[in-house]
């Protein structure tokens, strides 16, 4: 059994004035997907200030979209007792789902400001986002969030707050498949040119493959439980239309042109 890492949540403590890892991690995700955009900008023919543009409305949509998400999949009780909760960010508390729908929204206004096609653009996007995944994931862990079933594996620890017994890092582990297992396989795929479409496919069915994995080892929301089985939980019946869509995505890019070149 290990101990749980002993790590403040606050990084950084001026007086009134908190930097949290959580928050942290968050510019973490948003610096490497400018950096690796830029490298790749003239693929879609962007320019280096237009990355800066894309990341910016992908800000936007991934804090906007990933805090009402939460609310409105698990928190909307305490936002209708506490209203001003929704902008306290830092306290943690986003939806992946809520984000990516945010996502969405802003690269459809951004692809129609630059005539682009949706899934070039989304093609092009997808392999920057694992690593903010992957960090975030990195910071619910510091945050004491999303605490794992009880486990007997060496490698379980003593959540804080829920007593002694060891529980599964599922934090961690999805910081490994959203993250770096995620980040390789697209920026594998997305080295050599590939049908439109492929590369937004990849990026729902495995993502939503890794998730539904995880929930098994991963306690649901104390308020709201096991929706059926006694093992099938929000996360799973959030994640299996993302399945779905990247499957039928997959299917659809066999149709469409090579859209990518390498540079």
Not at 131 to 137: D, E, H, K, S, V
Not at 170 to 190: D, H, K, N, P, R
Request: net charge positive; glycine share 12%.
């Amino acid at each position: 059994m290990l101990s749980y890492p002993d790590i403040n949540p606050v990084a950084i403590s001026l007086g009134p004035f908190q930097v949290h890892w959580y928050g942290l991690m968050y510019l973490v995700g948003f610096v490497a997907a400018w950096f690796l955009g830029r490298r790749r900008a003239a693929r879609i023919d962007l320019s280096q200030d237009d990355i800066g543009d894309l990341i910016f409305y992908a800000a936007l949509g991934v804090v906007l979209g990933g805090r009402l998400g939460y609310a409105l999949f698990y928190g909307l009780d305490q936002w209708l007792a506490d209203p001003l909760w929704i902008v306290r960010v830092w306290d943690g508390g986003m939806s992946f789902h809520g984000g990516l729908l945010g996502v969405l929204v802003a690269m459809w206004w951004f692809a129609r400001k630059k005539r682009l096609a949706f899934f070039t653009l989304t093609d092009f996007v997808a392999p920057l986002v694992p690593i903010g995944l992957g960090a975030g994931r990195i910071g619910n862990f510091i945050n004491h969030e999303l605490p794992g079933a009880i486990t007997e594996m060496p490698w379980g620890m003593p959540f804080p707050g829920l007593g002694p017994e060891p529980r599964h890092p599922s934090s961690l582990y999805e910081a490994a498949l959203e993250g770096a297992v995620l980040f390789i396989v697209l920026w594998c795929v997305t080295a050599t040119p590939r049908r439109r479409g492929l590369t937004s496919g990849l990026f729902l069915t495995l993502y939503g493959a890794f998730r539904f994995l995880v929930e098994f080892y991963r306690l649901p929301d104390a308020h709201i439980g096991y929706l059926a089985f006694g093992w099938f939980t929000m996360g799973m019946l959030l994640t299996l239309p993302m399945i779905a869509g990247g499957v039928a995505l997959i299917a659809w890019s066999r149709r469409q042109p090579v859209d990518a070149k390498v540079a």
